[in-house]
């Protein structure tokens, strides 16, 4: 039986060590963050999901859901968690105290659903996906969908899905056959299917309210073959009446669910709508003038509610990367603490026993702390950049949120793609840990790296999150986000260099980040000359960027961990073991993982001939 518990005392460090939250009382949200409430919010939260989550993991991986005469029922269990989840608010933290939320600003809310993806990453999907749903209701929904239908989904009492992909589309948009026809009465009639929905139907919610992107034809009854008639529309699965009461079944089933190797117990459907009622979301797209120029781009003011939810989509899915690879690593340290194999190479560590504990070998601690270095500096990062979320609705100066919708900018790509590399490799490892027994379902390691592996392909595949950042968030607004991430790393290291402490920490970081640097003058000169460069070198620029990114938040990780050392060596109070931890977790970050960024130069650097060479049909 796997093990999970939740990491409250790093998430307490992040919060009040390195981010400073108490100072931020000017962020929305933050004033009511003391230290009595972020403990009350993180150890009630740890508390369900290591007592009520975290038991149905495998309880839902080994009954999956089922698919029976149109109807869609999740594991035992799961629906019962679903009720005293939402009962206890952890759904809706983050909402709008107006919709029935508690307005806890992303810090906090992220933090929650880490907890929650490690404890049973599939039941998180089905109020993750509906708190981004509901969001982007509430930013572009008609004020009579903001009043009868978000407040339910905040309740939780209905749920919500993201529906893009179709059976012949994926990322190419353009490609889409779905279709909105307008109606008399302001409505519209959709049609067309839609494959890969998580929670698409179940049995938790008397509603689900579908988020859907479609094509509207023109006079013809044509679809372009371009984004210029995309809209985002709002489908029910059920009507909902003026009172809010549940009317008749829209025109939307469930043709069949997915047969998964993991996340089994999140219900992915394929979604049939037949000429269902949807609701244009988003003031209505222009029409084009007589004679005026067409454009490829989507008319529908809608749909920045759409990108918006697909960002928060991946900022989540980063996160679920970090979750999946702390719960393999707790799982992998009992382990190897417990499992005896062998005798140490240095002499016997367990004398009184047939052998050591397989923690004693070099590699079972190599692929440890990969895991844990990777864990710790992800989350740092990822609370980091929640936060930067806050100071773009603050009322700071324009300079400061315009930097931090920069870096968040970037951020997103790294964060949905390294993480979730990072986040299978560190689950494979330490399913490695236990050999054979890792193999099987008794220790619950295998579902850990079947669940790990989808974190890699939806909310839009890493190569697709390689070529968005190398292709649009380099470039954006002239190369400035790059830039303040250049600017805000170079000077840490200038204030750090007449450290001497510091420089296993400062040194190899500004290592990283002078390949960094070197490797987007090269993608900046030849990739806009040969676009097949920029896509070859796209995925090896994009890990580089999530070493260094990391790197630079366990420099000052390491940064504050000595200070506190010290403190704690002059007779003050503090868990030393603790800040002894971060240090040896940041020098192997350094250490092992940093020179990586050479390597990864050159491959970058070495361009697209060679990939492009080979024919086809040689393959």
């Known amino acids: 039986m796997p093990v999970y518990k939740a990491p409250t005392d790093d998430f307490r460090f992040l919060f009040f060590e390195l981010l400073k939250i108490s100072e931020s009382s000017d962020l929305p949200g933050y004033e009511q963050l003391d230290q009595d409430l972020v403990s009350d919010v993180l150890e009630g939260a740890a508390k369900f999901c290591e007592e009520v989550l975290q038991p149905l993991n495998q309880v839902g991986d080994e009954h999956g859901c089922t698919f029976e005469n149109g109807v869609v029922r999740t594991p035992p269990g799961f629906k019962e968690a679903y009720d005293a989840y939402c009962e206890s608010g952890w759904n809706r933290l983050g909402a709008p105290e107006a919709f029935g939320g508690a307005a806890l600003p992303a810090i906090m809310t992220f933090a929650v659903s880490e907890m929650a993806f490690s404890a049973n990453q599939a039941f998180a999907m089905y109020p993750g996906l509906t708190s981004a749903a509901y969001s982007a209701l509430a930013a572009t929904g008609d004020r009579w969908m903001r009043e009868t239908i978000v407040p339910k989904m905040v309740s939780g009492e209905w749920s919500g899905t993201?529906?893009?992909?179709?059976?012949?589309?994926?990322?190419?948009?353009?490609?889409?056959?779905?279709?909105?026809?307008?109606?008399?009465?302001?409505?519209?009639?959709?049609?067309?299917?839609?494959?890969?929905?998580?929670?698409?139907?179940?049995?938790?919610?008397?509603?689900?309210?579908?988020?859907?992107?479609?094509?509207?034809?023109?006079?013809?009854?044509?679809?372009?073959?371009?984004?210029?008639?995309?809209?985002?529309?709002?489908?029910?699965?059920?009507?909902?009446?003026?009172?809010?009461?549940?009317?008749?079944?829209?025109?939307?089933?469930?043709?069949?669910?997915?047969?998964?190797?993991?996340?089994?117990?999140?219900?992915?459907?394929?979604?049939?709508?037949?000429?269902?009622?949807?609701?244009?979301?988003?003031?209505?797209?222009?029409?084009?003038?007589?004679?005026?120029?067409?454009?490829?781009?989507?008319?529908?003011?809608?749909?920045?509610?759409?990108?918006?939810?697909?960002?928060?989509?991946?900022?989540?899915?980063?996160?679920?990367?970090?979750?999946?690879?702390?719960?393999?690593?707790?799982?992998?340290v009992t382990y190897a603490n417990d499992r005896l194999a062998g005798r140490a190479l240095t002499g016997t560590k367990n004398p009184d026993g047939p052998a050591d504990p397989i923690i004693v070998h070099p590699d079972v601690r190599r692929m440890l702390l990969q895991a844990r270095s990777f864990v710790e500096g992800a989350r740092a990062l990822a609370m980091w950049i929640s936060h930067l979320f806050s100071v773009q609705r603050s009322t700071r100066s324009d300079a400061d949120k315009e930097n931090a919708a920069d870096l968040t900018n970037l951020m997103t790509p790294i964060i949905k793609a390294f993480f979730t590399d990072m986040g299978f490799e560190a689950t494979n490892a330490a399913m490695q840990c236990y050999g054979g027994h890792g193999y099987v379902r008794d220790h619950g390691m295998e579902q850990f790296v079947r669940d790990a592996r989808i974190n890699q392909v939806y909310e839009g595949a890493n190569g697709v999150q390689a070529l968005d950042l190398v292709g649009r968030k380099l470039t954006a607004n002239g190369g400035r986000a790059p830039g303040v991430f250049f600017n805000l790393v170079d000077q840490y290291i200038a204030a750090q260099k007449t450290n001497e402490d510091m420089a296993p920490f400062i040194n190899p970081l500004q290592t990283g980040l002078e390949r960094l640097k070197d490797t987007t003058t090269w993608l900046a000169e030849h990739g806009l000359k040969n676009f097949d460069h920029a896509g070859a070198a796209s995925v090896d620029y994009l890990r580089i960027f999530g070493i260094v990114a990391v790197g630079y938040m366990w420099a000052q990780m390491a940064e504050l961990a000595l200070g506190r050392i010290a403190e704690i060596d002059a007779g003050g109070e503090g868990n030393k073991a603790f800040y002894e931890t971060k240090l040896i977790n940041a020098r192997f970050w350094m250490e092992r993982v940093m020179p990586d960024t050479g390597s990864l130069q050159e491959r970058a650097k070495a361009g697209a001939d060679t990939i492009m060479a080979l024919d086809a049909a040689n393959f």
């Open 162 to 332: 993201m529906c893009l992909t179709e059976p012949h589309c994926g990322t190419d948009l353009k490609l889409m056959k779905s279709k909105a026809v307008e109606q008399d009465d302001g409505t519209y009639r959709l049609s067309g299917t839609k494959i890969f929905i998580s929670g698409g139907d179940h049995d938790m919610t008397d509603n689900i309210i579908h988020m859907v992107i479609a094509k509207v034809p023109d006079e013809d009854g044509k679809l372009a073959n371009d984004l210029s008639t995309v809209n985002f529309f709002m489908v029910p699965k059920v009507m909902v009446n003026e009172d809010g009461t549940l009317g008749p079944r829209n025109g939307v089933s469930c043709g069949s669910i997915e047969k998964k190797m993991g996340i089994k117990g999140s219900s992915t459907c394929v979604l049939n709508f037949d000429d269902a009622v949807a609701y244009r979301l988003g003031p209505a797209p222009k029409k084009k003038k007589d004679g005026e120029a067409g454009s490829k781009k989507s008319k529908s003011q809608g749909m920045s509610g759409m990108f918006g939810m697909m960002n928060a989509a991946r900022m989540g899915v980063g996160i679920q990367g970090i979750a999946i690879g702390e719960v393999a690593y707790q799982n992998g």
